[in-house]
């Protein structure tokens, strides 16, 4: 298969919804993965071996890997003595950094392992940590803004001007699609596109698209609709410039805290909306609904 080129941009379930979906329509898939994450298995793999996190790599990878028996094997997790709680795909990122000396290769082996079709890149090869403003008290780790007094009122990264992925800026600027989401807005898109150079590429995009989550995450956007995801967005990265801001249309049961839209306070902002389903059930995206959408943008 050949097709457009997709960068989708994030970390977590969310972007793998958006590889899921891009996959389907191209095999020149890039992501661009945030490394900020600081919980479980990647926090403890930052702290002992001071390596950027590899938790949200791996899922990238897994989302995108050809062989699903390989994907399954890199998310297979240690139950029992001192690797319990470790991804195998944690390990295998570490342990190749460890031997390459090169964070970015070291993605790019266990990619290879996987069979991934296009490429997964981590937004900055340099540790980094987050750091917000919550209901005005300073907040730092991602964990702990993820679950903090939300909403974030501003989000920083430490240190402020990581280098970017010298692979990753080419790839957004060679994009036909740029895709910013699902997921945690803050914790996951948001500490991407603060890695400088990310930003800048974004902002320089041939075409960007925004997929709005459909329920509130508890904590970092509690209380923001639509708009205020957007704003908060384009706050975070100035002259960001949106070509669509897709929304999902369609029941949504189970979702207690929905992200309520209001197309024409969307328009004001220049962020035109483009409606269709694109929800299976519950608050999680569906690739193939997805896929659909980004056709239709492309």
Known sequence: MTGPRIV?????????????????????????????????????????????????LRMAIAALAGDPARAALLQYRFSEGDLAGHPLGNLLIAALADLRGDFVSAVDEVAEIAGVKGRVLPATPDSVRLRARMSGTEIRGQVAIATGPGPVERLFLEPEDPAAAADAVEAIEASTLTVLGPGSLFTSVLAAL???????????????????????????????????????????VPGLRLDAVLVHEGPLGGVARPVTVDASALAAMRAPVVGADLVASGARHDPDKLAAAFKGLL
Do not use: F, Y
């Open 8 to 56: 989708c941009i994030g970390g977590g379930h969310g972007l793998s919804s958006a590889l899921g979906a891009a996959r389907l329509l191209t095999d020149d898939v890039t992501a661009i993965v945030t490394v900020a994450d600081d919980g479980g298995s990647s926090g403890v793999l930052r702290e002992w071996l001071k390596i950027p996190a590899p938790g949200d």
């Open 194 to 236: 603060l890695v400088p150079g990310i930003g800048e590429a974004v902002r320089g995009a041939r075409r960007v698209a925004m997929v709005l989550n459909v329920a509130q995450q508890v904590g970092e956007t509690s209380g923001l609709d639509g708009a205020g995801h957007i704003r908060a967005l384009m706050d975070h």
